[in-house]
């Protein structure tokens, strides 16, 4: 609210409204008799208690203007917030679906699948990415490995077949990794790809066989070696509060008697607790005759609620992140780089890990 006063000794005014806690701000003292200033409306009754001795020019409530604005305004804004609605509602629905990568399978009936299990063009589908791929993989055995991006209103569908071969026949040499071919040394069979491709998990890198002068296919076990550059990627997740189970204290122990590796005699007591974990380990008896006992040990767990603060975390995952995907780098490999990103996305901590490398793929 903004208040224009004209009467005697504004400033006495001003430290008044001061000493009565009064919060005023973008003071002007145009002359002694002549002051204005704002102040949140909350102050409005008690700022007019101390004001009736001064001549009110102006008194503007930039709050209350906003009712008139919307009732002048009225269509303008029932439009937008029913524009924003229907835009909020159709950005949900599904328009297209596109499959990419389909050889002996027809896209009609990966669509038809997909209808059957509630996820079709036209309507609300709330299924996310993982849940589709997992729909093709359980109704497809030929799909060896799918991927599934959801773009705005459209779903899109990125899968690779597996060849099939009859039993009996020898088995092509597939990829165990995603990379991109580098280099290629084949000593027994026919070579499906080049250096520059790229391929998924599970894709056929060498077929089992070789070619003739008639061209004709003479049956081997494929032999060789195809290196690829590859991408290992970790990402670890850490939420600001989470449930661990840690052990409350209270153990429970069972015993089994064997001689000879034959069980004689079992002691095991019934396991009481509802959430455990068990240890194993064995023990001689004596030492001239192979009589031993396995000691099980059950560990009650209790579930327990622990706070991270990044703050004070944030380095300790990130490497924990780091180590998880250095384990999981193949032997002899030659390592290229290293990329390590972490963000905080609604409250929990994202840490992205890609090493690049170079080795055998297959």
């Not at 003292?29 to 004001?51: C, M, P, Q, V």
């Not at 706070?307 to 999981?328: C, L, M, P, T």
Request: hydrophobic share 40%.
């Amino acid at each position: 609210m903004k208040f224009d006063l004209t009467g005697y000794d504004g400033e006495n005014l001003l430290k008044t409204l001061h000493l009565k806690r009064v919060a005023i701000y973008n003071v002007n003292i145009l002359d002694k008799s002549h002051i204005t200033f704002e102040a949140e409306d909350k102050f409005e009754n008690k700022i007019k208690r101390y004001i009736k001795n001064f001549k009110v020019n102006k008194t503007k409530n930039l709050f209350r203007r906003f009712p008139k604005f919307v009732l002048l305004n009225l269509g303008v804004v029932l439009g937008v917030f029913f524009g924003i609605i229907f835009f909020m509602f159709a950005s949900n629905f599904t328009w297209k679906i596109t499959v990419y990568g389909t050889k002996e399978l027809s896209t009609n009936d990966i669509v038809e699948v997909l209808s059957q299990n509630g996820i079709r063009t036209g309507k609300i589908n709330l299924q996310s990415s993982e849940e589709i791929e997992t729909i093709l993989q359980n109704n497809y055995d030929r799909i060896a490995q799918v991927s599934v991006i959801r773009k705005g209103t459209h779903i899109i569908i990125n899968l690779s077949e597996k060849l099939v071969y009859e039993k009996g026949e020898f088995q092509p040499i597939v990829a165990k990794r995603s990379g991109i071919i580098s280099k290629i040394n084949v000593i027994t069979g026919t070579v499906n790809v080049k250096v520059g491709d790229f391929v998924n998990v599970g894709d056929i890198l060498v077929l089992p066989f070789n070619l003739d002068f008639n061209n004709e296919q003479i049956p081997v076990n494929p032999i060789a070696e195809i290196y690829a550059k590859m991408y290992i990627v970790n990402i670890k997740k850490v939420a600001k509060e989470e449930t661990v189970l840690v052990r409350s204290g209270n153990i429970q122990i069972g015993y089994e008697y064997f001689l000879f590796n034959k069980k004689l005699y079992s002691g095991r007591a019934k396991n009481k607790f509802e959430l455990y974990e068990c240890e194993e380990r064995f023990e001689f008896l004596f030492s001239l005759v192979p009589m031993k006992r396995k000691i099980i040990t059950y560990y009650e767990l209790c579930p327990q609620i622990i706070s991270h603060d990044f703050s004070k975390e944030r380095d300790g995952i990130i490497q924990s992140a780091v180590d998880e995907a250095y384990n999981e780098l193949p032997k002899a490999i030659e390592f290229l780089d290293e990329s390590v990103e972490s963000e905080i996305i609604e409250g929990s901590l994202f840490v992205f890990v890609n090493l690049t490398i170079n080795g055998l793929i297959a």
